[in-house]
């Protein structure tokens, strides 16, 4: 499935009218993000971790990718998830407002369009290198 979709739900859910839904929209748009990245990494055949540790690799390996606007858009999404597990789990009250919803869908968007980059070249083979690069370091 395409992350994509997710955030096309996360902005029926905040035409909602109530936390839940807004909460909802929220979480819905960061694993948009992130999932759409996510499958860019296993097209270009990078080892994403399946559990938990898949956040931090997928943030890590575009935050290192040689590419200023998606390094940025990488370490927006990185926070993004903070506020997914604020929206899942915590009783913060701003984070299940309309209008908090609404810029964090907003953000999740522009993360996307930064990511969608890459799929062009010369992005796509500047990207590939650069994450290459970024494990081999980190790997030895």
């Not at 270009?44 to 290192?64: A, E, I, L, Y």
């Not at 997914?84 to 908090?100: P, S, V």
Request: contains cysteine; proline residues 1%.
């Amino acid at each position: 499935m395409d992350g994509r979709e997710f955030l096309k739900f996360a902005k029926i859910l905040i035409s909602g009218n109530c936390e839940a839904e807004y909460r909802s929209a929220v979480s819905r748009a960061y694993y948009g993000a992130f999932n759409f990245a996510r499958q860019l990494l296993e097209d270009w055949t990078f080892d994403v971790n399946k559990g938990p540790g898949g956040h931090g690799d997928v943030s890590n390996m575009f935050s290192n990718c040689g590419i200023q606007d998606v390094e940025k858009a990488a370490n927006k999404l990185s926070d993004l998830h903070g506020r997914r597990i604020d929206a899942d789990y915590l009783r913060k009250e701003d984070i299940g407002k309309k209008k908090t919803a609404d810029f964090y869908v907003s953000i999740a968007e522009d993360i996307v369009k930064n990511f969608e980059r890459c799929l062009d070249e010369p992005n796509k083979t500047n990207a590939i290198k650069g994450i290459t690069s970024y494990n081999l370091k980190i790997k030895g």
